[in-house]
């Protein structure tokens, strides 16, 4: 009986196995991709970036239009991400199942977050190309609506996790719904939204190299206009600046999260 | 002495079948000391709850001070609540906030909703509960966050909650199960304490038996949503006890008349 229960997970684990390998083995065939090729063509690329893509002398005199734009691109999306924050807030008070006023409402706001949600960064930036063409106000609602939709979901398990209990002592004293949200729900979960919105603004920079190159604004589209004019110095100090203001706001977020939590 | 919570003929049913609680009837008096025991999962936190309305009885009535609870609209209940302190397993408090804070959520019920969500309380307000923080032995602990205290502190926090909010009664949901055996007598003392020199009749839910029948004026035995004993804890045989926990003679680690 014993013997036979490890057997049959032992049989379940190389049934999971055999079956990732095959899915594996297919995608190669069907796409026609050459295993032998793909792993000798790495250190080609690298030779090949090492003799292109490095800043020179010339490209460092680009270094203040591209300083302007990083900047532009940074603070739309410190913006995005903390407006988001608010709405967000909102939606997720009444879509938490301990703050809920009803269950309609809570239905809607979970609704709305999961459309917001799960239409893709880039996706959201070409729907939006339409109605407010190239300008960095595109990428800057594709930010906030993905944002939104990611921040409403993560405050709502946040409530749910830190809340029941006080709510539950604060209704009790026959505290108004108001202030219970104010003095039991709030409180308790606020280090953590924080520390959730900062991490959305680490999110955002990285996308808004993406929707940048899409909408035709900030550090992405220069770095497309560069890349595509064959000018790969600069290119390139477009790219270490990037890496190294993400890295800075790493650094910074994690430094405010030590502090708080 | 009056008659301060009668419940008449209360049930309560979630979904079709389930039922926590079965026709349950009972009166306390003011002042008194009541304990409620009975196995796991008998309905012993529903009944509690349905007394200020956490939980709301789906047949019965709960008459409170007078009043008939169940027909009670928004604010009228709010009112209610206010008169009735409440304790728990958890504590419940918030954990990031000052103990005085949490003191202060105690008053809650009483304030607007703007004075309310800001926080704002007077002097008075405040000094009242540096005093009854005093009456629990917590004076040094003030201003400390909640998260810092022990599990008995933590209790006693609780208590004084309950307490600044001048009730009439304290309904107490399993107060000491999450505790060590000295803060357990600790937090069993102070209420014993409150409901013998404040006059504040006390309800509580109590897994440990000999606690119940050490402290109690009265038992309540309840097991699959009935009450199946009502009387006072010196008269509480053996046998009757085994039938609140479904068990066999001899089974329970319990010592029955004297301590």
Same mark, same amino acid.
């Given at each position: 009986?014993?013997?036979?229960?490890?057997?049959?997970?032992?049989?379940?684990?190389?049934?999971?196995?055999?079956?990732?390998?095959?899915?594996?083995?297919?995608?190669?065939?069907?796409?026609?991709?050459?295993?032998?090729?793909?792993?000798?063509?790495?250190?080609?690329?690298?030779?090949?970036?090492?003799?292109?893509?490095?800043?020179?002398?010339?490209?460092?005199?680009?270094?203040?239009?591209?300083?302007?734009?990083?900047?532009?691109?940074?603070?739309?999306?410190?913006?995005?991400?903390?407006?988001?924050?608010?709405?967000?807030?909102?939606?997720?008070?009444?879509?938490?199942?301990?703050?809920?006023?009803?269950?309609?409402?809570?239905?809607?706001?979970?609704?709305?977050?999961?459309?917001?949600?799960?239409?893709?960064?880039?996706?959201?930036?070409?729907?939006?190309?339409?109605?407010?063409?190239?300008?960095?106000?595109?990428?800057?609602?594709?930010?906030?609506?993905?944002?939104?939709?990611?921040?409403?979901?993560?405050?709502?398990?946040?409530?749910?996790?830190?809340?029941?209990?006080?709510?539950?002592?604060?209704?009790?004293?026959?505290?108004?719904?108001?202030?219970?949200?104010?003095?039991?729900?709030?409180?308790?979960?606020?280090?953590?939204?924080?520390?959730?919105?900062?991490?959305?603004?680490?999110?955002?920079?990285?996308?808004?190299?993406?929707?940048?190159?899409?909408?035709?604004?900030?550090?992405?589209?220069?770095?497309?206009?560069?890349?595509?004019?064959?000018?790969?110095?600069?290119?390139?100090?477009?790219?270490?600046?990037?890496?190294?203001?993400?890295?800075?706001?790493?650094?910074?977020?994690?430094?405010?999260?030590?502090?708080?939590? | 002495?009056?008659?301060?919570?009668?419940?008449?003929?209360?049930?309560?049913?979630?979904?079709?079948?389930?039922?926590?609680?079965?026709?349950?009837?009972?009166?306390?008096?003011?002042?008194?000391?009541?304990?409620?025991?009975?196995?796991?999962?008998?309905?012993?936190?529903?009944?509690?709850?349905?007394?200020?309305?956490?939980?709301?009885?789906?047949?019965?009535?709960?008459?409170?001070?007078?009043?008939?609870?169940?027909?009670?609209?928004?604010?009228?209940?709010?009112?209610?609540?206010?008169?009735?302190?409440? +304790?728990?397993?958890? #504590?419940?408090?918030?954990?990031?906030? %000052?103990?005085?804070?949490? &003191? $202060?959520?105690? @008053?809650?019920?009483?304030?607007?909703?703007?004075?309310?969500?800001?926080?704002?309380?007077?002097?008075?307000?405040?000094?009242?509960?540096?005093?009854?923080?005093?009456?629990?032995?917590?004076?040094?602990?003030?201003?400390?966050?909640?998260?810092?205290?022990?599990?008995?502190?933590?209790?006693?926090?609780?208590?004084?909650?309950?307490?600044?909010?001048?009730?009439?009664?304290?309904?107490?949901?399993?107060?000491?199960?999450?505790?060590?055996?000295?803060?357990?007598? +600790?937090?069993?003392? #102070?209420?014993?304490?409150?409901?013998? %020199?404040?006059?504040?009749? &006390? $309800?509580?839910? @109590?897994?440990?038996?000999?606690?119940?029948?050490?402290?109690?004026?009265?038992?309540?035995?309840?097991?699959?949503?009935?009450?199946?004993?009502?009387?006072?804890?010196?008269?509480?045989?053996?046998?009757?006890?085994?039938?609140?926990?479904?068990?066999?003679?001899?089974?329970?680690?319990?010592?029955?008349?004297?301590?």
């Amino acid at each position: 009986m014993k013997t036979d229960f490890f057997a049959k997970k032992r049989r379940q684990s190389l049934l999971i196995l055999f079956v990732l390998v095959l899915v594996c083995y297919g995608s190669i065939i069907l796409t026609d991709y050459d295993v032998a090729k793909g792993f000798t063509s790495f250190p080609m690329a690298i030779d090949w970036g090492l003799s292109n893509f490095y800043p020179t002398e010339a490209s460092l005199a680009k270094l203040p239009e591209i300083l302007a734009e990083l900047l532009q691109t940074v603070l739309v999306s410190i913006a995005a991400a903390t407006v988001a924050a608010v709405c967000a807030m909102l939606f997720a008070i009444f879509g938490s199942s301990i703050t809920k006023v009803n269950n309609f409402m809570s239905t809607i706001s979970r609704g709305i977050a999961t459309l917001f949600r799960n239409i893709d960064v880039a996706a959201w930036a070409m729907i939006l190309l339409f109605s407010f063409g190239q300008s960095a106000l595109t990428g800057y609602f594709a930010l906030f609506f993905v944002s939104f939709g990611f921040l409403t979901r993560a405050f709502i398990e946040t409530i749910d996790e830190v809340g029941s209990g006080s709510v539950e002592a604060l209704t009790a004293t026959g505290a108004s719904y108001f202030t219970v949200v104010f003095q039991s729900v709030i409180p308790s979960s606020l280090p953590q939204m924080i520390s959730w919105v900062l991490f959305m603004v680490e999110t955002n920079i990285r996308s808004a190299t993406l929707v940048g190159i899409l909408t035709g604004t900030g550090i992405g589209f220069l770095f497309d206009l560069y890349y595509k004019s064959l000018n790969y110095n600069v290119a390139s100090l477009i790219v270490i600046t990037i890496v190294g203001a993400i890295l800075l706001i790493e650094y910074i977020s994690n430094y405010v999260r030590r502090v708080i939590l | 002495m009056k008659t301060l919570l009668e419940v008449k003929n209360v049930s309560k049913q979630y979904g079709t079948d389930t039922v926590a609680l079965s026709d349950v009837n009972f009166s306390v008096k003011e002042g008194e000391f009541v304990s409620v025991i009975g196995p796991s999962g008998a309905g012993k936190s529903t009944l509690l709850r349905c007394i200020n309305r956490m939980i709301e009885a789906s047949n019965g009535e709960i008459i409170f001070d007078n009043v008939n609870v169940q027909g009670l609209r928004k604010k009228e209940l709010r009112r209610l609540r206010t008169k009735i302190g409440m +304790i728990f397993q958890h #504590y419940n408090l918030v954990m990031r906030m %000052s103990v005085i804070e949490n &003191v $202060l959520h105690g @008053l809650l019920g009483y304030k607007s909703t703007f004075s309310g969500v800001l926080g704002l309380y007077s002097e008075e307000e405040k000094k009242k509960a540096l005093q009854v923080l005093t009456i629990l032995g917590l004076q040094e602990q003030v201003y400390k966050r909640c998260d810092q205290l022990s599990g008995g502190q933590k209790q006693r926090v609780g208590i004084a909650r309950a307490l600044i909010q001048n009730p009439k009664m304290l309904l107490c949901d399993e107060p000491i199960a999450s505790l060590d055996p000295n803060a357990s007598k +600790i937090i069993m003392d #102070y209420l014993k304490k409150i409901s013998s %020199s404040m006059g504040i009749t &006390v $309800l509580v839910n @109590l897994h440990q038996v000999d606690v119940a029948l050490k402290y109690s004026d009265r038992i309540i035995g309840v097991s699959k949503g009935k009450i199946v004993y009502d009387g006072s804890p010196k008269k509480i045989s053996e046998e009757e006890i085994n039938t609140i926990y479904g068990s066999e003679a001899g089974e329970l680690m319990i010592e029955v008349g004297g301590k």
